[in-house]
T-cell receptor, first 112, second 112 residues
Framework: GAGVSQSPRYKVAKRGQDVALRCDPISGHVSLFWYQQALGQGPEFLTYFQNEAQLDKSGLPSDRFFAERPEGSVSTLKIQRTQQEDSAVYLC??????????FGDGTRLSIL | KNQVEQSPQSLIILEGKNCTLQ??????????LRWYKQDTGRGPVSLTIMTFSENTKSNGRYTATLDADTKQSSLHITASQLSDSASYICVVTLSNDYKLSFGAGTTVTVRA
C-alpha cells in the first residue's frame, strides 16, 4: 500500500522485556515522527527524524526509549526493560518537509 | 496545561442529526489548524486544514470554522452517519515548527 505501515499491530510483553516497533514511511517522505497515545488522549510527540538524522528526541520519556532510522527510510522505536506505564499505542507519521503528516495505524503495546 | 482544549469529551447523537465540536487553543503563533478523524484502532486521518487567514473549510458533511481572534475552532458534522462514530482531534501546528499540538479529542458515537 501507499500509506505508512507499522508492525506489529499488537504487541504483548512481560514487564522487563525489550520491544522493537517498526515503521515503514511513505516512500519519499523525508520527515518521520513517533508519537505515544494513551487511551482517551491525543498523541504525544516522542521524536523526529529528517532523513537519517534524529533532530529532536525531547519527547522520549526516559533513556529506555531509543529510536533509529539508519538509512533514512524505515524506523525502529525500541523500548528497553519495559514497564507497565509504557502500555500505549505508538503512532508513526511521515511527511514531506513542512507538509501535513500521514499517520500509520499504530502499534498497540500492552505490558503485563 | 494542554495548549489545545476540546469539548465535549464525548457525545452521543442519533443518526441523521447534526453536531458541533469545539476546540480552544492557546498555541501562538500558529501555522495551521487541522481536524483529524481517528477510528478505533486506526491512525488519525486529516479532515480539514485551515491557515490563519481562513474562516471556514468544508469536506463533504464536515465543516470546520476558525476564529483566530478568539482562538476557537469548531467542527460541524451534518446529517450524521453511523460511520461518523470516531474520535475527532483538533491539532495546531506552530509557525516555523514541525511539532503538532494535539487536543485530547471528542469521542462521537452515532446511534441508529
Amino acid at each position: 500500500g501507499a500509506g505508512v505501515s507499522q508492525s506489529p499491530r499488537y504487541k504483548v510483553a512481560k514487564r522487563g522485556q525489550d520491544v522493537a516497533l517498526r515503521c515503514d514511511p511513505i516512500s519519499g517522505h523525508v520527515s518521520l515522527f513517533w508519537y505515544q497515545q494513551a487511551l482517551g488522549q491525543g498523541p504525544e510527540f516522542l521524536t523526529y527524524f529528517q532523513n537519517e538524522a534524529q533532530l529532536d528526541k525531547s519527547g522520549l520519556p526516559s533513556d529506555r526509549f531509543f529510536a533509529e532510522r539508519p538509512e533514512g527510510s524505515v524506523s525502529t522505536l525500541k523500548i528497553q526493560r519495559t514497564q507497565q506505564e509504557d502500555s500505549a499505542v505508538y503512532l508513526c507519521a511521515s511527511s514531506l518537509v513542512g507538509q501535513g503528516q500521514h499517520f500509520g495505524d499504530g502499534t498497540r503495546l500492552s505490558i503485563l | 496545561k494542554n495548549q489545545v482544549e476540546q469539548s465535549p469529551q464525548s457525545l452521543i447523537i442519533l443518526e441523521g442529526k447534526n453536531c458541533t465540536l469545539q476546540c480552544n487553543y492557546t498555541v501562538s503563533p500558529f501555522s495551521n489548524l487541522r481536524w483529524y478523524k481517528q477510528d478505533t484502532g486506526r491512525g488519525p486521518v486529516s479532515l480539514t486544514i485551515m491557515t490563519f487567514s481562513e474562516n471556514t473549510k468544508s469536506n463533504g458533511r464536515y465543516t470546520a470554522t476558525l476564529d483566530a481572534d478568539t482562538k476557537q475552532s469548531s467542527l460541524h458534522i451534518t446529517a450524521s452517519q453511523l460511520s461518523d462514530s470516531a474520535s475527532y482531534i483538533c491539532v495546531v501546528t506552530l509557525s516555523n515548527d514541525y511539532k503538532l499540538s494535539f487536543g485530547a479529542g471528542t469521542t462521537v458515537t452515532v446511534r441508529a
